[in-house]
């Protein structure tokens, strides 16, 4: 299991051919499960897009340091404590020099001076401008200051002339990373254990080109993935049709309806699991009998009535054939929360319900925070709002913790 799983890395980009590389240093880092925040100056713009990078690191790009947007949501100081890590990738001699001036003209430099966290660089340059004495000293300077780096290789150039001043290669950059956390990896206390988790909607066919499904995005659920994995558990992820890349490790098993979700649950979950958590928002009901040919629109007539029939309820089945030995349910609520979350608790026969009101905007259905309340039979505890990844943890050392000492 990869130690970058829920680290928060801030990549900064500037302006340098190499910046293309970059776009996959993003793709090897979210594939080990860390999370990728990407702030460009203004010189790598001309040699990347922000709208490649949002897609491929899923955030939204920062570059300027007074956007009135960027800093209603998370500012700049917020952002520099974020990070875990900073990486330059790649680092132009124009970002070195200032860096070494702490110079805080832009909102990259201005994280670089504002940030406790560390900082590796990457540089990348012409070989006559990285072997250049201004550029020598402002890199010995940084180093001396504590500043991490990597490279610059030699070789052929993209301007033709070789030398010493290519980016290191993106996977020699994530290794340099990982190695750098290495240290600090969380505990595997989950080893031997294996916990089956769901995510996401189900998708409910009305006929062949039509269905009933929801808003649910799936973040909830491969965050209890991903912490439940770095924690050293076996992972199945039974997941509906969402739009996210599964957990490195994960065994995951794709489903679209609740029938083919329950199927594959029970399946993977033979003798006996150790810990099942529903967090997938299953369709209460599916078609009664779905279309075999796509329904035809009726000229005549104004309305159409469906047939709809209820869907088994994956949870309590699973909780009522003891398939795993601590079974944990999510209560989308949007009134009385605590009490339709403790009902459906006793109802369903489960060990513990994690409860959040969805009416609010800012948390729950497709947003990256959440903040729920944690039920079991006889204790409550609400944990501050957080991002997912970071709520997961928590919910997964709960988790955790009442299977040792169930209360
Ligand atoms: O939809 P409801 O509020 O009853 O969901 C509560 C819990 O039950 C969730 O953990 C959800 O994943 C699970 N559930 C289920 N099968 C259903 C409906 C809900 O497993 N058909």
Redesign the pocket.
């Known amino acids: 299991m990869s130690n970058l799983v829920q680290k928060r890395i801030l990549l900064g980009i500037t302006g340098g051919i190499a910046a293309y590389k970059s776009i996959e240093l993003i793709r090897l880092l979210t594939k080990a499960g860390a999370e990728v925040q990407v702030v460009l100056t203004d010189g790598a713009k001309a040699f990347v897009t922000e709208m490649t990078l949002q897609a491929i690191s899923g955030h939204p790009v920062r570059s300027t340091l007074l956007d009135p947007n960027a800093e209603a949501g998370m500012g700049h100081i917020e952002l520099a404590k974020w990070a875990d890590l900073i990486v330059i990738a790649p680092a132009s001699a124009d970002f070195m020099a200032r860096y070494a001036q702490g110079m805080a003209n832009d909102l990259l430099t201005t994280l670089c001076l504002a940030t406790e966290s560390p900082v590796l660089l990457a540089p990348a340059m012409n070989q006559a401008m990285w072997r250049h004495p201004a550029t020598q000293a402002n890199a010995a300077l940084l180093t001396e200051r504590g500043v991490l780096s990597i490279g610059p290789a030699d070789g052929a150039q993209a301007c033709g002339d070789i030398g010493p001043g290519r980016m290191s290669e993106p996977s020699d950059i994530f290794n340099a990373i990982s190695t750098h956390f290495e240290d600090t990896s969380i505990a595997q206390d989950l080893t031997g254990q294996h916990w089956v988790i769901?995510a996401g909607p189900t998708m409910e066919a009305i006929d062949p080109v039509r269905f009933i499904s929801n808003h649910s995005s799936g973040k909830m659920g491969y965050a209890l993935a991903t912490a439940a994995l770095a924690r050293g558990a076996k992972v199945t992820l039974v997941s509906g049709p969402v739009q996210l890349t599964p957990p490195d490790g994960a065994n995951v098993i794709a489903v679209k309806s609740?029938d083919e979700m329950l199927a594959a649950c029970k399946q993977s979950m033979q003798p006996q699991a150790d810990v099942f958590i529903?967090?997938?928002a299953?369709a209460?009901f599916k078609m009664k009998i779905a279309s075999e040919q796509k329904m035809k629109k009726q000229a005549d007539t104004e309305e159409l009535t469906l047939t709809l029939v209820k869907?088994?309820?994956?949870?309590a089945t699973l909780a009522q054939q003891k398939l795993a030995k601590s079974i944990v349910?999510?209560?989308?609520e949007t009134q009385n929360v605590i009490e339709y979350a403790k009902s459906?608790l006793e109802r369903?026969g489960l060990d513990m319900i994690i409860a959040n009101d969805v009416s609010r905007a800012d948390i729950g259905f497709n947003q990256d925070e959440n903040q729920v309340t944690v039920i079991t039979h006889n204790k409550t505890w609400s944990p501050d709002k957080a991002a997912k990844s970071e709520l997961a943890s928590q919910l997964v050392e709960c988790i955790q913790q009442h299977i040792q000492s169930p209360s």
């Open positions: 769901t609740a529903g967090a997938a299953v209460d869907n088994p309820d994956i949870i349910g999510f209560a989308a459906k369903k």
